[in-house]
C-alpha cells in the first residue's frame, strides 16, 4: 500500500473490517482523520494500515478499546515498561476468566451427564439445578 493513495474503502478491506468501522476508530481518536485531497477525498498509506492492523491484532488478545488508546500513547519506543504493566495485568484478567470458564465448563458437564443418566417421567435436572439456584 502506497502511502497516502488508498481510500477508506481500500484501507478498510486490506484490514478486513468494514468502512464504518474506520470511521468509529477515527471519531474516538484511535485513527487520525487524513486531510482532503483536493478532489475531496481522503487518501490513507501503510501507516494507517499499519495501525488499523495493530488496533484489530490488540483487540483480538483481549485488550479494550481503552486500552488500545492505551497502547497507542506508549508507542515512542521509551515506556515499554508501561505497555508491559498494561499486558500483564490483561493477562492476570485472561487468566481469571479461564479459571472461571474451567469451572462453568466442569459444572455444565457435570449437570449434562445428570441429564443424561435421567430416565422416565423425573423432573431433567439441568432445569431443577437452575429454577434452584441463587
Excluded at 500500500?1 to 484490514?15: D, F, K
Excluded at 475531496?40 to 498509506?45: A, D, K, L, N, P
Excluded at 521509551?78 to 485472561?94: F, G, P, W, Y
Excluded at 458437564?109 to 434452584?132: F, M, N, S, W, Y
Amino acid at each position: 500500500m502506497a502511502e497516502a493513495q488508498t481510500t477508506i474503502g481500500q484501507l478498510a478491506a486490506a484490514a478486513g473490517v468494514n468502512v464504518e468501522t474506520v470511521r468509529y476508530y477515527q471519531r474516538i481518536k484511535l485513527m487520525p482523520v487524513p486531510k482532503k485531497a483536493p478532489r475531496g477525498i481522503r487518501r490513507y498509506g501503510a501507516s494507517d494500515l499499519a495501525r488499523l492492523r495493530f488496533i484489530k491484532t490488540a483487540q483480538g488478545l483481549g485488550f479494550t478499546l481503552d486500552e488500545v488508546a492505551e497502547l497507542i500513547k506508549l508507542d515512542d519506543g521509551m515506556r515499554c515498561t508501561e505497555a508491559h504493566d498494561i499486558a500483564q495485568h490483561k493477562l492476570t484478567s485472561v487468566r481469571a476468566r479461564l479459571r472461571d470458564l474451567r469451572r462453568m465448563e466442569q459444572a455444565l458437564a457435570r449437570l449434562v451427564r445428570r441429564c443424561a443418566a435421567q430416565r422416565g417421567a423425573i423432573r431433567c435436572p439441568l432445569i431443577d439445578t437452575l429454577q434452584k439456584a441463587e
